[in-house]
Protein backbone atom coordinates (compact mmCIF):
# COMPACT_ATOMS: atom_id res chain seq x y z
CA UNK A 1 0.00 0.00 0.00
CA UNK A 2 1.67 3.38 -1.06
CA UNK A 3 2.28 5.80 1.70
CA UNK A 4 1.18 9.53 2.43
CA UNK A 5 2.50 11.70 -0.67
CA UNK A 6 2.79 15.07 -0.48
CA UNK A 7 3.80 17.48 -3.35
CA UNK A 8 6.13 19.15 -4.13
CA UNK A 9 9.49 18.16 -2.09
CA UNK A 10 10.99 21.27 -2.27
CA UNK A 11 9.96 25.18 -2.76
CA UNK A 12 11.13 28.17 -2.66
CA UNK A 13 9.36 31.28 -2.93
CA UNK A 14 9.30 34.91 -2.25
CA UNK A 15 8.24 37.20 0.53
CA UNK A 16 4.38 38.26 -0.38
CA UNK A 17 3.77 35.12 -2.79
CA UNK A 18 1.12 32.38 -2.16
CA UNK A 19 2.10 28.62 -2.08
CA UNK A 20 -0.11 25.78 -1.94
CA UNK A 21 0.89 22.33 -1.17
CA UNK A 22 -0.76 18.87 -1.51
CA UNK A 23 -1.17 15.82 0.18
CA UNK A 24 -2.67 12.57 -0.78
CA UNK A 25 -3.44 10.52 2.25
CA UNK A 26 -3.03 6.29 2.18
CA UNK A 27 -5.91 4.92 0.42
CA UNK A 28 -8.99 4.35 2.57
CA UNK A 29 -7.69 6.98 4.76
CA UNK A 30 -10.06 10.12 5.69
CA UNK A 31 -8.60 11.83 8.14
CA UNK A 32 -5.74 14.19 7.15
CA UNK A 33 -3.60 16.77 9.55
CA UNK A 34 -1.23 19.34 8.66
CA UNK A 35 1.84 20.06 10.83
CA UNK A 36 4.77 23.01 10.46
CA UNK A 37 7.91 21.72 11.74
CA UNK A 38 10.79 24.16 12.32
CA UNK A 39 13.76 24.39 14.43
CA UNK A 40 13.11 26.77 16.68
CA UNK A 41 9.59 25.77 17.24
CA UNK A 42 9.07 21.73 16.49
CA UNK A 43 6.46 20.24 15.60
CA UNK A 44 3.30 22.42 15.47
CA UNK A 45 -0.54 21.33 14.47
CA UNK A 46 -2.30 23.35 11.51
CA UNK A 47 -5.23 21.80 10.95
CA UNK A 48 -7.11 18.65 10.62
CA UNK A 49 -9.72 17.45 8.08
CA UNK A 50 -11.83 14.49 8.42
CA UNK A 51 -14.52 13.74 5.05
CA UNK A 52 -13.81 17.32 3.94
CA UNK A 53 -14.76 18.75 6.96
CA UNK A 54 -12.06 20.86 9.29
CA UNK A 55 -12.47 18.75 12.17
CA UNK A 56 -9.63 21.26 14.69
CA UNK A 57 -7.46 24.02 13.86
CA UNK A 58 -4.05 25.01 15.60
CA UNK A 59 -3.00 28.89 16.74
CA UNK A 60 -1.59 29.97 12.99
CA UNK A 61 -3.16 33.42 11.62
CA UNK A 62 -5.47 33.26 8.93
CA UNK A 63 -2.95 33.44 6.12
CA UNK A 64 -2.86 29.87 6.87
CA UNK A 65 -5.80 27.63 5.18
CA UNK A 66 -6.60 24.18 3.77
CA UNK A 67 -8.97 21.54 2.36
CA UNK A 68 -10.38 18.37 1.67
CA UNK A 69 -11.82 16.45 -1.64
CA UNK A 70 -13.87 13.78 -1.91
CA UNK A 71 -11.09 11.69 -2.60
CA UNK A 72 -9.59 12.93 0.63
CA UNK A 73 -6.56 14.29 -0.86
CA UNK A 74 -6.11 17.19 0.91
CA UNK A 75 -4.41 21.14 0.10
CA UNK A 76 -3.30 23.52 1.84
CA UNK A 77 -2.55 27.06 1.14
CA UNK A 78 -0.28 29.90 2.50
CA UNK A 79 -1.10 33.67 1.36
CA UNK A 80 1.43 36.57 1.92
CA UNK A 81 4.24 34.43 2.70
CA UNK A 82 6.85 35.34 4.99
CA UNK A 83 9.92 35.07 6.38
CA UNK A 84 9.47 32.91 9.19
CA UNK A 85 6.80 30.85 6.99
CA UNK A 86 10.14 28.45 5.85
CA UNK A 87 9.62 25.25 7.20
CA UNK A 88 9.09 21.66 6.67
CA UNK A 89 4.98 21.21 6.33
CA UNK A 90 4.25 17.65 7.25
CA UNK A 91 1.14 16.34 6.66
CA UNK A 92 -0.46 13.00 8.03
CA UNK A 93 -3.41 10.41 7.24
CA UNK A 94 -5.13 8.05 9.60
CA UNK A 95 -7.81 5.43 9.11
CA UNK A 96 -10.63 7.96 11.35
CA UNK A 97 -10.97 10.77 13.61
CA UNK A 98 -8.75 10.54 15.95
CA UNK A 99 -5.05 9.65 16.39
CA UNK A 100 -4.64 5.95 17.04
CA UNK A 101 -2.16 5.51 14.69
CA UNK A 102 -1.04 8.94 12.00
CA UNK A 103 0.88 8.22 8.91
CA UNK A 104 3.19 11.06 7.97
CA UNK A 105 4.60 11.82 4.45
CA UNK A 106 8.13 13.19 3.61
CA UNK A 107 7.09 17.02 4.10
CA UNK A 108 7.70 19.63 1.75
CA UNK A 109 10.50 21.79 2.53
CA UNK A 110 8.98 25.41 2.07
CA UNK A 111 11.51 28.21 1.89
CA UNK A 112 10.63 31.84 1.90
CA UNK A 113 13.07 34.41 0.53
CA UNK B 1 -3.53 17.53 26.20
CA UNK B 2 -0.84 16.49 28.79
CA UNK B 3 2.38 17.84 28.72
CA UNK B 4 5.23 15.87 28.30
CA UNK B 5 8.64 15.95 29.75
CA UNK B 6 11.73 13.40 28.61
CA UNK B 7 15.49 13.92 28.61
CA UNK B 8 16.74 15.98 25.25
CA UNK B 9 19.28 13.44 24.36
CA UNK B 10 20.76 10.17 25.07
CA UNK B 11 23.79 7.78 23.55
CA UNK B 12 23.50 3.99 23.39
CA UNK B 13 26.07 1.42 21.64
CA UNK B 14 25.04 -0.85 19.02
CA UNK B 15 23.61 -3.65 20.31
CA UNK B 16 22.57 -2.79 23.64
CA UNK B 17 18.86 -1.80 24.72
CA UNK B 18 17.62 1.40 25.19
CA UNK B 19 14.72 2.80 27.72
CA UNK B 20 13.50 6.47 27.06
CA UNK B 21 11.55 7.38 29.76
CA UNK B 22 8.88 10.22 29.59
CA UNK B 23 7.05 11.61 32.31
CA UNK B 24 3.30 12.67 32.29
CA UNK B 25 2.29 13.43 35.58
CA UNK B 26 -1.24 15.20 34.38
CA UNK B 27 -2.19 12.63 32.15
CA UNK B 28 -6.19 12.01 32.20
CA UNK B 29 -8.13 9.12 32.31
CA UNK B 30 -9.21 8.94 28.44
CA UNK B 31 -5.40 9.33 27.48
CA UNK B 32 -3.65 7.19 25.55
CA UNK B 33 0.61 7.05 25.34
CA UNK B 34 2.12 7.28 22.29
CA UNK B 35 5.73 7.32 20.71
CA UNK B 36 6.97 8.92 16.95
CA UNK B 37 10.22 8.36 15.75
CA UNK B 38 11.50 10.80 13.75
CA UNK B 39 14.59 11.52 11.06
CA UNK B 40 15.89 14.26 9.45
CA UNK B 41 13.92 15.63 7.10
CA UNK B 42 11.68 13.03 7.47
CA UNK B 43 7.88 12.76 9.06
CA UNK B 44 7.46 11.24 12.22
CA UNK B 45 6.68 7.42 12.13
CA UNK B 46 4.07 5.73 14.60
CA UNK B 47 6.03 3.07 17.17
CA UNK B 48 3.95 1.72 19.50
CA UNK B 49 0.98 3.24 21.12
CA UNK B 50 -0.64 1.82 24.94
CA UNK B 51 -2.44 2.36 27.90
CA UNK B 52 -2.11 0.83 30.82
CA UNK B 53 0.62 -1.75 31.66
CA UNK B 54 2.85 -3.55 28.55
CA UNK B 55 2.57 -3.39 24.77
CA UNK B 56 5.13 -5.13 22.44
CA UNK B 57 4.89 -4.91 18.83
CA UNK B 58 7.88 -5.75 16.33
CA UNK B 59 10.17 -2.75 16.73
CA UNK B 60 9.61 -1.77 20.55
CA UNK B 61 7.71 -2.57 23.82
CA UNK B 62 6.14 0.54 26.08
CA UNK B 63 6.26 0.09 29.80
CA UNK B 64 3.27 2.13 31.56
CA UNK B 65 3.18 1.96 35.29
CA UNK B 66 -0.14 1.33 37.40
CA UNK B 67 -0.72 5.57 37.92
CA UNK B 68 0.25 6.35 34.53
CA UNK B 69 2.25 9.00 35.31
CA UNK B 70 5.40 8.24 32.96
CA UNK B 71 5.81 5.19 30.22
CA UNK B 72 9.03 3.77 28.83
CA UNK B 73 10.15 3.28 24.96
CA UNK B 74 12.59 0.13 25.34
CA UNK B 75 14.03 -0.49 21.90
CA UNK B 76 16.07 -4.13 22.05
CA UNK B 77 19.52 -4.23 20.67
CA UNK B 78 19.73 -0.60 18.71
CA UNK B 79 21.73 -0.35 15.24
CA UNK B 80 22.97 3.05 14.11
CA UNK B 81 20.06 3.14 12.40
CA UNK B 82 17.99 3.76 15.28
CA UNK B 83 19.89 7.21 16.04
CA UNK B 84 16.93 9.43 15.54
CA UNK B 85 14.66 11.77 17.68
CA UNK B 86 11.74 9.99 19.33
CA UNK B 87 8.82 12.06 20.47
CA UNK B 88 6.35 11.21 23.60
CA UNK B 89 2.91 11.85 23.05
CA UNK B 90 0.05 11.86 25.44
CA UNK B 91 -3.74 12.52 25.05
CA UNK B 92 -6.97 11.18 24.06
CA UNK B 93 -7.20 10.41 20.34
CA UNK B 94 -11.06 9.73 19.76
CA UNK B 95 -11.27 13.51 21.67
CA UNK B 96 -13.06 15.63 19.34
CA UNK B 97 -11.33 18.98 20.51
CA UNK B 98 -8.04 17.20 21.47
CA UNK B 99 -6.88 15.09 18.37
CA UNK B 100 -4.22 17.57 16.99
CA UNK B 101 -0.56 16.22 18.19
CA UNK B 102 1.45 18.59 20.11
CA UNK B 103 4.57 17.01 19.92
CA UNK B 104 7.28 17.65 22.71
CA UNK B 105 10.88 18.76 22.04
CA UNK B 106 11.47 14.65 21.71
CA UNK B 107 14.60 12.86 22.86
CA UNK B 108 17.41 12.83 20.40
CA UNK B 109 19.11 8.98 20.33
CA UNK B 110 22.42 8.72 18.94
CA UNK B 111 24.04 5.68 18.49
CA UNK B 112 27.21 4.82 18.51
CA UNK B 113 29.00 2.36 16.96
Known amino acids: KAGVTQTPRYLIKTRGQQVTLSCSPI?????VSWYQQTPGQGLQFLFE???????NKGNFPGRFSGRQFSNSRSEMNVSTLELGDSALYLC????????????FGPGTRLTVT | LAKTTQPISMDSYEGQEVNITCSHN???????ITWYQQFPSQGPRFIIQ???TKVTNEVASLFIPADRKSSTLSLPRVSLSDTAVYYC??????????????FGSGTQLTVLP
Open chain 2, 89 to 102: LVGDPDSGSARQLT
Open chain 1, 92 to 103: ASSLGQGYHEQY
Open chain 1, 27 to 31: SGHRS
Open chain 2, 50 to 52: GYK
Open chain 1, 49 to 55: YFSETQR
Open chain 2, 26 to 32: NIATNDY
